[in-house]
């Protein structure tokens, strides 16, 4: 045979056993051929026991090598990790867990869906070994079907004494799911998986306010000075501090542009890449924001670097309103930097009691009046300066609420007052002939000035008497009885009854029938208080008179201390008109000739007797 023979002999071989093949897979397939149901059915009985020998049974050779699939079993298999392991110090963050399902197939050829998929899921946490606080002691994440990934947000404070620790939080998980046992029950099952999560606390820079000091004063402006402490581990750059007072009546704002004094800034770092401003980033000059229906002025100033462990000292110029009533006011502060990775950051709110210097006080006492309702009189006291501060030219000024009281000079000036001198003031005033006597009010109020800003304390109200109207003179009358038809002298004698020196006094005699005077005026240089005078009348009174008492009227016109033009009031005073003198004829009317003639004899007679 040639070898071309031989060679499609060959190919003819192959070709057979493929189609035999071919023919066999075909049978294999064909299950469901009703003739052949049993028969097949037997044979893979004989095939999973002894090997058939019948000849013309092919089946049972074809599934002894495709067996039918048994049920599938699967059960839920979790993992769990961190995807951010790094908290930051000092913060209250929240830390995302995320749990996968990766289940298993227990039985079978194919994941099963429900008995593979964790129900129930509750988280339980530890944190005796983190460097960090779990607020919550336990969470729930519903069901993880198999593949699937629930997340699980961890609300977590990390104090600031953690920077740079490291530890691991426990994760207990606790699921159920669908569990068959080897007859084919379901049953649900109760797992807990436990885990360590490795968490780290990572460096960054902390601040802290260390001292603060102010000038500022109740009612004044002035300079509130904050330390500011770098607590962290890393170094901060282009520090930017916010600072605003939630407290009214306070304000903040830059002091000379808030040049630190701990490092020195340097010019902020140009970039292109640096952030847009944004409502995270400090404005350049004072803003007002709004907050629970207030508006709040707050002020950024550049700090420049602080490295960790250094302290530096922002200044900011303060406004306490002189109505603010309290020992100490809050200070906000938040301070923008960027992290050595030139990460923009933002510090949590830092907050500061501040005590500002008292308000500026003053005390009156020692108050007296010599008011008297028709009469002019002084107002005097003394004021106080009873700190905490000196205070430059004090200006005291006075107002009454009654319009029948005149304050000459309403405003008095003193000297400067140090803390805890005094000063004597006095006013000048006039009081009304309408006026009632009694209790008035007065009210008092201090300008001062510090530091050449003028300020004002608050009003003092008190309350001076006002006397009942006294006569300005006292006047007697000595030789006051006068006969019916005669002229007598009368002394009037006057004393000043007020509290100053009285000058140009004119009396001033207004007499009715029957009496009458040879010159109606009188004149007294002056008089001092308390002192007397005495003036001379030629008082004469009608032979008709009957023999009682008539009154003399009369006032006074004179000067006071500021030389003012006053007149009294009018006086009367009392003249008794007597019985005159008796008439008996020529006799009486004769005896003083008489006697003249017998004088003049008598001295004829000596005149000769000594010659």
Same mark, same amino acid.
């Given at each position: 045979?040639?070898?071309?023979?031989?060679?499609?002999?060959?190919?003819?071989?192959?070709?057979?056993?493929?189609?035999?093949?071919?023919?066999?897979?075909?049978?294999?397939?064909?299950?469901?051929?009703?003739?052949?149901?049993?028969?097949?059915?037997?044979?893979?009985?004989?095939?999973?026991?002894?090997?058939?020998?019948?000849?013309?049974?092919?089946?049972?050779?074809?599934?002894?090598?495709?067996?039918?699939?048994?049920?599938?079993?699967?059960?839920?298999?979790?993992?769990?990790?961190?995807? &951010?392991?790094?908290?930051?110090? /000092? #913060?209250?963050? +929240? =830390? @995302?867990?995320?749990?996968? %399902?990766?289940? !298993?197939?227990?039985?079978?050829?194919?994941?099963?869906?429900?008995?593979?998929?964790?129900?129930?899921?509750?988280?339980?946490?530890?944190?005796?070994?983190?460097?960090?606080?779990?607020?919550?002691?336990?969470?729930?994440?519903?069901?993880?079907?198999?593949?699937?990934?629930?997340?699980?947000?961890?609300?977590?404070?990390?104090?600031?004494?953690?920077?740079?620790?490291?530890?691991?939080?426990?994760?207990?998980?606790?699921?159920?799911?669908?569990?068959?046992?080897?007859?084919?029950?379901?049953?649900?099952?109760?797992?807990?998986?436990?885990?360590?999560?490795?968490?780290?606390?990572?460096?960054?820079?902390?601040?802290?306010?260390?001292?603060? &000091?102010?000038?500022?004063?109740? /009612? #004044?402006?002035? +300079? =509130? @000075?904050?330390?500011?402490? %770098?607590?962290? !581990?890393?170094?901060?750059?282009?520090?930017?501090?916010?600072?605003?007072?939630?407290?009214?009546?306070?304000?903040?704002?830059?002091?000379?542009?808030?040049?630190?004094?701990?490092?020195?800034?340097?010019?902020?770092?140009?970039?292109?890449?640096?952030?847009?401003?944004?409502?995270?980033?400090?404005?350049?000059?004072?803003?007002?924001?709004?907050?629970?229906?207030?508006?709040?002025?707050?002020?950024?100033?550049?700090?420049?670097?602080?490295?960790?462990?250094?302290?530096?000292?922002?200044?900011?110029?303060?406004?306490?309103?002189?109505?603010?009533?309290?020992?100490?006011?809050?200070?906000?502060?938040?301070?923008?930097?960027?992290?050595?990775?030139?990460?923009?950051?933002?510090?949590? #709110?830092?907050? +500061?009691?501040?005590?500002?210097?008292?308000?500026?006080?003053?005390?009156?006492?020692?108050?007296?009046?010599?008011?008297?309702?028709?009469?002019?009189?002084?107002?005097?006291?003394?004021?106080?300066?009873?700190?905490?501060?000196?205070?430059?030219?004090?200006?005291?000024?006075?107002?009454?609420?009654?319009?029948?009281?005149?304050?000459?000079?309403?405003?008095?000036?003193?000297?400067?007052?140090?803390?805890?001198?005094?000063?004597?003031?006095?006013?000048?005033?006039?009081?009304?002939?309408?006026?009632?006597?009694?209790?008035?009010?007065?009210?008092?109020?201090?300008?001062?000035?510090?530091?050449?800003?003028?300020?004002?304390?608050?009003?003092?109200?008190?309350?001076?008497?006002?006397?009942?109207?006294?006569?300005?003179?006292?006047?007697?009358?000595?030789?006051?009885?006068?006969?019916?038809?005669?002229?007598?002298?009368?002394?009037?004698?006057?004393?000043?009854?007020?509290?100053?020196?009285?000058?140009?006094?004119?009396?001033?005699?207004?007499?009715?029938?029957?009496?009458?005077?040879?010159?109606?005026?009188?004149?007294?240089?002056?008089?001092?208080?308390?002192?007397?005078?005495?003036?001379?009348?030629?008082?004469?009174?009608?032979?008709?008179?009957?023999?009682?008492?008539?009154?003399?009227?009369?006032?006074?016109?004179?000067?006071?201390?500021?030389?003012?033009?006053?007149?009294?009031?009018?006086?009367?005073?009392?003249?008794?008109?007597?019985?005159?003198?008796?008439?008996?004829?020529?006799?009486?009317?004769?005896?003083?000739?008489?006697?003249?003639?017998?004088?003049?004899?008598?001295?004829?007679?000596?005149?000769?007797?000594?010659?």
């Amino acid at each position: 045979m040639s070898r071309p023979t031989h060679q499609w002999i060959l190919v003819g071989c192959i070709l057979l056993a493929c189609g035999v093949a071919f023919a066999a897979s075909g049978l294999a397939a064909d299950t469901e051929t009703p003739a052949n149901t049993t028969d097949s059915t037997q044979a893979v009985e004989t095939a999973n026991g002894e090997p058939a020998t019948t000849p013309q049974d092919t089946t049972p050779l074809v599934t002894d090598f495709f067996e039918a699939p048994n049920d599938t079993v699967s059960e839920p298999q979790l993992d769990l990790f961190v995807a &951010e392991p790094v908290v930051e110090a /000092g #913060t209250e963050t +929240t =830390v @995302e867990i995320a749990i996968l %399902n990766t289940a !298993s197939i227990e039985t079978g050829t194919s994941l099963d869906e429900p008995t593979a998929t964790a129900r129930g899921v509750r988280v339980v946490f530890d944190d005796d070994d983190a460097p960090l606080t779990v607020n919550s002691g336990e969470t729930t994440a519903g069901s993880i079907p198999p593949g699937e990934v629930a997340t699980v947000p961890v609300s977590v404070t990390v104090p600031e004494s953690a920077d740079g620790d490291s530890g691991e939080l426990a994760v207990d998980v606790e699921y159920t799911y669908t569990a068959f046992d080897n007859d084919g029950n379901a049953t649900d099952e109760t797992e807990t998986e436990s885990f360590d999560v490795e968490l780290e606390v990572g460096g960054q820079s902390q601040f802290e306010i260390g001292d603060v &000091e102010t000038d500022a004063q109740v /009612g #004044t402006d002035g +300079t =509130v @000075e904050v330390d500011l402490e %770098n607590v962290g !581990s890393d170094d901060a750059e282009a520090v930017r501090v916010t600072a605003q007072s939630p407290t009214g009546g306070v304000t903040a704002g830059p002091a000379n542009g808030a040049t630190a004094t701990g490092p020195q800034p340097e010019e902020p770092p140009e970039s292109d890449d640096q952030p847009p401003e944004s409502d995270d980033q400090p404005p350049d000059d004072t803003e007002t924001t709004a907050s629970s229906g207030t508006t709040e002025a707050s002020s950024a100033a550049f700090v420049g670097d602080i490295e960790s462990d250094e302290t530096a000292t922002v200044a900011f110029d303060t406004r306490i309103d002189s109505d603010v009533n309290v020992d100490s006011y809050l200070l906000e502060l938040q301070v923008v930097y960027e992290d050595e990775d030139g990460i923009l950051r933002e510090s949590p #709110t830092l907050a +500061t009691a501040v005590e500002p210097t008292a308000g500026q006080t003053f005390e009156i006492s020692n108050l007296n009046s010599t008011l008297e309702v028709g009469e002019r009189g002084t107002v005097t006291a003394t004021l106080e300066n009873t700190g905490p501060e000196d205070v430059e030219t004090p200006v005291v000024r006075a107002e009454t609420a009654s319009e029948r009281i005149d304050i000459t000079d309403s405003s008095v000036a003193v000297d400067d007052l140090e803390d805890g001198e005094t000063a004597e003031i006095s006013f000048d005033a006039e009081v009304s002939s309408q006026a009632d006597a009694g209790d008035r009010q007065l009210t008092l109020t201090v300008e001062y000035g510090i530091d050449r800003e003028r300020l004002e304390s608050d009003p003092f109200v008190e309350r001076i008497d006002v006397a009942d109207e006294r006569r300005a003179f006292s006047i007697t009358a000595e030789d006051a009885e006068i006969p019916a038809g005669t002229t007598q002298t009368v002394e009037l004698n006057v004393t000043n009854n007020r509290n100053e020196r009285l000058s140009n006094l004119n009396v001033f005699l207004y007499p009715d029938d029957p009496l009458s005077v040879d010159a109606d005026e009188a004149f007294i240089d002056e008089l001092e208080p308390g002192d007397s005078e005495t003036v001379a009348v030629d008082v004469s009174v009608d032979e008709t008179a009957s023999q009682r008492a008539y009154p003399l009227d009369l006032d006074i016109r004179y000067d006071d201390e500021t030389d003012d033009d006053r007149i009294s009031q009018r006086y009367q005073i009392p003249v008794t008109v007597e019985e005159p003198p008796p008439d008996d004829g020529l006799f009486p009317s004769l005896l003083p000739v008489a006697g003249v003639v017998a004088l003049l004899v008598g001295a004829t007679a000596a005149i000769r007797w000594r010659q």
